[in-house]
């Protein structure tokens, strides 16, 4: 059972960066597709960006974090990390790390066997 930790949440102004972590344990990170989900106040929690399994070669950004946001994975270490740079009001909210074996489709929340407890990152404007 594959178990995830997010950390690196905080206030930043808007413009500002911040980079966020998600810990595996219970488990190898390189089996699986990762991927980075975020719930802004009062709406629905939405897919941000996936990495693929193994050495994370496919990477897919949703238009919205194109361009601001890296993700990236340390495999040695077990840890997959969001660099956001450029941040808006509109990112802030609730930051989630998933991770599946196997995806069907990348988007897909339901797809997704494991889930961290998320971290709270607010940007002031």
């Known amino acids: 059972q594959v178990q995830l930790a997010e950390s690196g949440g905080g206030l930043v102004q808007a413009g500002g960066s911040l980079r966020l972590s998600c810990v595996a344990s219970g488990g190898t990170l390189s089996s699986n597709d990762m991927g980075w989900f975020h719930q802004a106040p009062g709406k629905e929690r939405e897919f941000v960006v996936l990495?693929?399994?193994?050495?994370?070669?496919?990477?897919f950004y949703t238009d919205a974090a194109k361009g601001r946001f890296t993700i990236s994975r340390d495999n040695a270490k077990n840890t997959m990390y969001l660099q956001m740079n450029g941040l808006k009001p509109a990112d802030a909210g609730v930051y989630y790390c998933?991770?599946?074996?196997?995806?069907?489709?990348?988007?897909?929340?339901?797809?997704?066997?494991?889930w961290g407890q998320g971290t709270q990152v607010t940007v002031s404007s």
């Open positions: 990495i693929d399994a193994g050495t994370g070669g496919r990477i």
């Open positions: 998933a991770a599946a074996p196997a995806l069907s489709s990348w988007s897909n929340q339901a797809d997704y066997d494991y």
